[in-house]
């Protein structure tokens, strides 16, 4: 069973974790609630989320594919964050999966795990590289890393994530018991 550690903190953007969390669970892997701030983090719409433990208590190593919601707050502390840095640098030496949706991209960009094709929130890849910036697709997997853009992307980002971590058979019971039809 695939193990996917996702990191919130204060501002995170509650549609894009919840449904990622959601998603990833319906298709039975294991999903970490990780924060860097207080167990009960409070999300950009003021919603209240229990993670499952704090960043700094975890073995980056136990996990397949650690994944960034956005929300700008949110962003802006996980890029701030040498915990988060040292996680997801961790992460892309292992050559595991690493993956952000919305504004959290930059985060990436930060800790420098990005390859040369990502999306996101419109307006954040003047942060980053607009020159390497695909305003085309809602989803971009580039090799190891793989980008959405914001939170009406979130059920196909989620998606994909379980395309990656589990098989056909799996991605296809998920996605039709949720009734996807348009990707």
């Known amino acids: ?88 640098q961790k992460m892309k030496k292992e050559n595991k999966y690493i993956a952000a949706i919305c504004a959290a991209p930059y985060a990436l960009h930060e800790a420098k795990v990005l390859n040369s094709t990502y999306t996101c929130y419109p307006s954040f890849e003047k942060k980053i590289d607009s020159a390497t910036y695909d305003s085309q697709n809602e989803v971009v997997i580039d090799k190891k890393v793989i980008t959405s853009q914001g939170p009406a992307t979130a059920m196909q980002f989620s998606l994909e994530l379980v395309k990656i971590l589990t098989n056909e058979k799996t991605f296809l019971n998920v996605k039709n018991g949720l009734l996807v039809k348009h990707f």
């Open 1 to 88: 069973m695939s193990k996917v550690l996702i990191i919130i903190s204060t501002g995170f953007e509650e549609i894009e974790a919840i449904s990622i969390i959601d998603i990833l669970r319906r298709a039975n892997i294991e999903v970490v609630i990780a924060t860097i701030n207080d167990l009960l983090t409070v999300g950009a719409n003021g919603i209240v989320v229990q993670a499952n433990q704090k960043l700094e208590e975890l073995d980056i190593s136990l996990f397949d594919m650690i994944v960034l919601p956005g929300g700008a707050l949110n962003t802006q502390n996980l890029a701030e964050s040498e915990e988060v840095k040292a996680a997801l």
